[in-house]
């Protein structure tokens, strides 16, 4: 079993940064490939970017690449999504997600847990 918790989401001017920390408890998180996800309102969930249970291989949606950067310190539990160069459209809840990549990245069907959310506002 494993639970997430995750923090580090607010408002912020387009163009500036946030940094979403996801606090994992139980034993086996490093057991996890590690994903952000993130849902709009009115739209359905959708990738942001993922990372390996080794913390070896990243994989971001074309969206993200360049402005984000995941990554893990299995010793302490705890998964990171740096966000720069934010934009409006970034505008989202926020989840943390473990699973296991079937492919070259983390679905939602991949995923056996889910944190809650984080709340990413972004303003003109």
């Known amino acids: 079993q494993v639970q997430l918790v995750e923090s580090g989401g607010g408002l912020v001017q387009a163009g500036g940064s946030l940094r979403l920390s996801c606090a994992a408890s139980g034993r086996t998180f490093s057991n996890y490939d590690m994903g952000w996800f993130r849902q709009a309102p009115g739209k359905e969930r959708e990738f942001v970017a993922d990372i390996s249970w080794r913390g070896i291989g990243t994989y971001y949606a074309d969206s993200m690449k360049g402005r984000f950067t995941i990554s893990r310190d299995n010793a302490k539990n705890t998964v990171y999504l740096q966000m720069n160069s934010l934009k409006p459209e970034d505008t989202a809840v926020y989840y943390c997600?473990?699973?296991?990549?079937?492919?070259?990245?983390?679905?939602?069907?991949?995923?056996?847990?889910w944190g809650k959310g984080t709340l990413v506002t972004v303003s003109l």
């Open positions: 997600a473990a699973g296991y990549r079937g492919g070259s990245y983390l679905t939602t069907n991949d995923i056996n847990y």
